[in-house]
């Protein structure tokens, strides 16, 4: 019998910190965010992407990408966004069946309203117990990883290929 694939000690210790780690990190954030800004997590992650953005907007399909989100998901988050005026949607100028999401200045004041909290659980959760030369190790280290799994996204997070 061929023999079973398997993480030796170290790598099983090093995915299950990982996931320990995210999941602390992202309850503690969900809960911030709720507390000091009415956001889902991804509402803000849509929120800081666009508010990072020079034009302050994005199409739907590349905000899907960015954000590791369903389209279908994605469309019903901004269109709550929408709704509590953080955010406008309009048919794209190029595409007419692309739609493009704006933030608009209550969605500015939103992140800045949410923006130290965040900041102080990222800061107090992640990178406190690190060093500045660990930190800058880890994002050496992350980076890659990042990238290669971004070349195989789950099906909901892949990039459409435009005909």
Same mark, same amino acid.
């Given at each position: &019998?061929?023999?079973?694939?398997?993480?030796?000690?170290?790598?099983?210790?090093?995915?299950?910190?990982?996931?320990?780690?995210?999941?602390?990190? +992202?309850?503690?954030?969900?809960?911030q965010?709720?507390?000091?800004?009415?956001?889902?997590?991804?509402?803000?992650?849509?929120?800081?992407?666009?508010?990072?953005?020079?034009?302050?907007?994005?199409? &739907?399909?590349?905000?899907?990408?960015?954000v590791?989100y369903?389209?279908?998901?994605?469309?019903?988050?901004?269109?709550?966004?929408?709704?509590?005026?953080?955010?406008?949607?309009?048919?794209?100028?190029?595409?007419?069946?692309?739609m493009?999401?704006?933030?608009?200045?209550?969605?500015?004041?939103?992140?800045?309203?949410?923006?130290?909290?965040?900041?102080?659980?990222? +800061?107090?959760?992640?990178?406190?117990?690190?060093?500045?030369?660990?930190?800058?190790?880890?994002?050496?280290l992350?980076?890659?990883?990042?990238?290669?799994?971004?070349?195989?996204?789950? +099906?909901?997070?892949r990039?459409?290929?435009?005909?």
């Amino acid at each position: &019998m061929p023999e079973q694939p398997h993480l030796d000690a170290v790598e099983l210790g090093v995915y299950l910190d990982l996931i320990e780690v995210t999941s602390v990190i +992202r309850l503690a954030v969900e809960h911030q965010l709720r507390e000091a800004g009415d956001l889902s997590y991804v509402q803000f992650q849509i929120l800081a992407r666009l508010g990072s953005s020079p034009s302050g907007s994005h199409g &739907m399909t590349e905000l899907a990408d960015g954000v590791v989100y369903s389209r279908s998901g994605l469309t019903y988050q901004a269109g709550l966004l929408q709704k509590a005026g953080l955010v406008t949607r309009a048919p794209s100028r190029d595409d007419e069946r692309s739609m493009i999401v704006t933030i608009t200045e209550a969605g500015r004041e939103r992140l800045e309203k949410v923006f130290p909290g965040h900041i102080e659980i990222v +800061r107090s959760l992640l990178l406190d117990p690190l060093s500045r030369e660990d930190v800058e190790t880890f994002a050496r280290l992350l980076g890659p990883v990042r990238e290669h799994v971004r070349t195989a996204p789950a +099906r909901s997070a892949r990039s459409r290929r435009r005909k």
